[in-house]
T-cell receptor, first 111, second 114 residues
Framework: DVKVTQSSRYLVKRTGEKVFLECVQD?????MFWYRQDPGLGLRLIYF???????EKGDIPEGYSVSREKKERFSLILESASTNQTSMYLC??????????FGEGSWLTVV | GEDVEQSLFLSVREGDSSVINCTYT??????LYWYKQEPGAGLQLLTY?????DMKQDQRLTVLLNKKDKHLSLRIADTQTGDSAIYFC??????????????FGAGTRLAVHP
């Protein structure tokens, strides 16, 4: 079974803090993604990566950055967390041309 | 532009059929997906349909695709309380940078009551 693991399920951070959300997949998938999910808005793509050290902006990249130093790991970084970044963050991975697999999600609250 | 729309809420009685509807805008979509999200969990792929198909059946699930109207539906037969979840419709968007972007609807919350 494909496994996409998000290391933190629940986090509470203060405004202005730097936040790291980590995601690891064990299936040697080329493509990895970070989405955020908000009620009534569905999933919105923040960033994705199609190879090591490669990254592309999604629909809502502002306030976020990403890092992909190794194929299995894709990190989402909030340089200076703000309250409007309180959300559920979903990591996903995908082999070439096949369906997408999601992690369990990370609930981030910024106070 | 790309857009996927779903109604936000559906309530059904246990044992009845549920029909969740979705409309999409990109006629070049190759695959359309249904994902299920249970409380506190990530998204789980339920089923998908290739754009040259009209229907796909998988046990209690039936997917109908009307390509002319860009309408996709998910029917769950004999709905159980364990089917209570949020269901997301997604279309495979335009290819860009070698990657097919998945565009999600806002999700339909299915509530199953006795």
């Amino acid at each position: 079974d494909v496994k996409v693991t998000q290391s933190s399920r629940y986090l509470v951070k203060r405004t202005g803090e730097k936040v790291f959300l980590e995601c690891v997949q064990d299936m040697d998938h080329e493509n990895m993604f970070w989405y955020r999910q908000d009620p009534g808005l569905g999933l919105r793509l923040i960033y994705f990566s199609y190879d090591v050290k490669m990254k592309e902006k999604g629909d809502i990249p502002e306030g976020y950055s990403v890092s992909r130093e190794k194929k299995e790991r894709f990190s989402l970084i909030l340089e200076s967390a703000s309250t409007n970044q309180t959300s559920m963050y979903l990591c996903a991975s995908r082999p070439q041309g096949n369906t997408i697999y999601f992690g369990e999600g990370s609930w981030l609250t910024v106070v | 532009g790309e857009d996927v729309e779903q109604s936000l809420f559906l309530s059904v009685r246990e044992g009845d059929s549920s029909v969740i509807n979705c409309t999409y805008t990109d006629s070049s979509s190759t695959y359309l997906y249904w994902y299920k999200q249970e409380p506190g969990a990530g998204l789980q792929l339920l089923t998908y349909i290739f754009s040259n198909m009209d229907m796909k059946q998988d046990q209690r699930l039936t997917v109908l695709l009307n390509k002319k109207d860009k309408h996709l539906s998910l029917r769950i037969a004999d709905t159980q309380t364990g089917d209570s979840a949020i269901y997301f419709c997604a279309e495979e968007g335009p290819r860009g940078g070698g990657y097919n972007k998945l565009i999600f609807g806002a999700g339909t919350r299915l509530a199953v009551h006795p």
